[in-house]
């Protein structure tokens, strides 16, 4: 029995009233036209503020990376990014907001840095 439960997300889709989905697809286009220009985005490490590079004990950012390893690695006990492996998630830097006001991480478009570092 299909119940509102378990209803998959194809058949959630379809039963959005088209009408209401014209309303909103101009404004989705809009706000998603700046991302596209700037192509994607990874992660960067403000070695300034971050705490591990300062010689406080702090990885945070690595344990939160669904990508660990791949996308960032710890090295002598500071963070460094691997722009290849990084798909911008952010989810690094929202974990370096729940210990700095002004967090040592954020994301910048891929396009003019060396990947692969
Ligand atoms: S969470 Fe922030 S302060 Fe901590 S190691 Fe990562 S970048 Fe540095
Ligand atoms: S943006 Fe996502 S994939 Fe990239 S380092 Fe941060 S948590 Fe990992």
Known sequence: MNTEANISRADFLKKIPFMLFR????????????????GALIARVDIS???????????LCYLACPLRDKAIEM?????????AGCDGCGMCVD???????????????????????
């Not at 989705?28 to 700046?34: F, I, K, L, T, V």
């Open 23 to 38: 309303k909103i697809k101009p404004h989705w286009e809009e706000s998603a036209a700046p991302q596209q220009s700037m």
């Open 49 to 59: 503020r971050c705490l591990a590079w300062g010689q406080m004990e702090c990885q």
């Open 75 to 83: 090295r002598e006990h500071k963070p460094f990014i691997i722009a």
């Open 95 to 117: 974990a370096c907001k729940t210990i700095n006001n002004t967090p040592a991480l954020d994301r910048v478009p891929s396009s003019g840095l060396e990947r692969g570092k």
